[in-house]
C-alpha cells in the first residue's frame, strides 16, 4: 500500500456540526459575543439529535471557540487564545500604568479600524452608525449614561471594517478594560460636559467614515480616543486615591 495515502474516514455527525459552525464564526457570520439558538431550535435547524449538538457544543467550547454564559446560554467567544487572552487580562490588571498601554494598543488599533470602515461601510451600515448616533442624542437628552449605544457604535465600526480577525481583536480588547468602562461610566462620564464632547467626538468620526474619507476618520479617532483616555486616566487615578 502507497505510503502517502491513508483510508478516509467517515466524519461523525458531532464533527460535522463542529465544522459549519467553525466556519460560520471564521467566516464572520456569526461574530464575537453573539448567542447561538437554543439546543432545541439549533438541533432542529441542523437536523441531527441533541445528544450529537451538545457533543458538538462542548467540543466547540474546547477549542475556546464558545463559551456557556448565564442562563444556559451558548456565546461565540473571540478567536484570540486563551494563552494570549488571560496573561494579558493580569497584566491589563497589575497597574494603572499597564492599563495605559493596553489602552494605546485599542487607540492605534481603532484608528485603523475607523479608516477601515471609512473605505468599506455600505450604505446599510452607514445607515446603522447613523441611528446609533440618533439613540446617543437621545442618551444625552434624558440625562442616561448612554454606555451601550457607546458600544454599539465603536463595535459597528469595527463590523464594517469587513474583517472578522479585526472583530475578533477589538472584542477581546473590549473585554479586557470591561471593569474600567464600568468605573468610567459609572463617575467621571457622569458628568453631561464630558458626554456632550464625546458625541461631538463620535460624530465628527461618523461623518468621515459617512464620507468614505479614511484619512479624516482616522484623525477623528485618535482624537476622540486621546480625549477617552485622557479622561479615564484621570478618574481611574481618583478611585485609586479613594481606595
Keep these: 500500500m502507497n505510503a502517502l495515502y491513508s483510508p478516509i474516514k467517515p466524519k461523525r455527525i458531532s464533527e460535522e456540526i463542529v465544522d459549519q459552525i467553525k466556519v460560520l464564526i471564521f467566516n464572520g457570520d456569526l461574530k464575537p459575543g453573539e448567542t447561538l439558538p437554543s439546543e432545541r431550535d439549533l438541533a432542529k435547524a441542523l437536523s441531527v439529535s441533541r445528544v450529537s449538538l451538545r457533543e458538538a457544543l462542548n467540543a466547540l467550547q474546547g477549542m475556546g471557540l464558545l463559551e456557556i454564559q448565564q442562563g444556559n446560554r451558548t456565546c461565540v467567544r473571540p478567536i484570540t487564545t486563551r494563552s494570549i487572552h488571560d496573561p494579558l487580562v493580569s497584566f491589563a490588571k497589575?497597574?494603572?500604568?499597564?492599563?495605559i498601554k493596553v489602552f494605546e494598543i485599542r487607540k492605534y488599533l481603532e484608528m485603523g479600524c475607523a479608516s477601515l470602515a471609512a473605505q468599506r461601510a455600505t450604505s446599510e451600515e452607514i445607515e446603522r452608525l447613523e441611528k446609533l448616533l440618533k439613540q446617543m442624542e437621545e442618551d444625552l437628552k434624558r440625562n442616561r449614561l448612554g454606555a451601550k449605544s457607546d458600544f454599539d457604535f465603536h463595535s459597528a465600526i469595527v463590523a464594517a471594517t469587513h474583517n472578522v480577525a479585526y472583530i475578533h481583536v477589538m472584542q477581546t480588547l473590549y473585554d479586557l478594560l470591561q471593569e474600567e468602562l464600568r468605573i468610567a461610566y459609572g463617575d467621571i462620564f457622569r458628568k453631561k460636559d464630558i458626554r456632550k464632547k464625546l458625541l461631538l467626538q463620535?460624530?465628527?468620526?461618523?461623518?468621515?467614515v459617512r464620507d468614505h474619507d479614511a484619512e479624516r476618520a482616522s484623525k477623528e479617532a485618535l482624537i476622540h480616543l486621546c480625549f477617552a483616555l485622557e479622561t479615564w486616566e484621570s478618574g481611574l487615578i481618583k478611585n485609586i486615591e479613594k481606595s
Design 94 to 99: 497589575k497597574s494603572l500604568a499597564n492599563f
Design 202 to 208: 463620535h460624530q465628527n468620526v461618523f461623518k468621515a
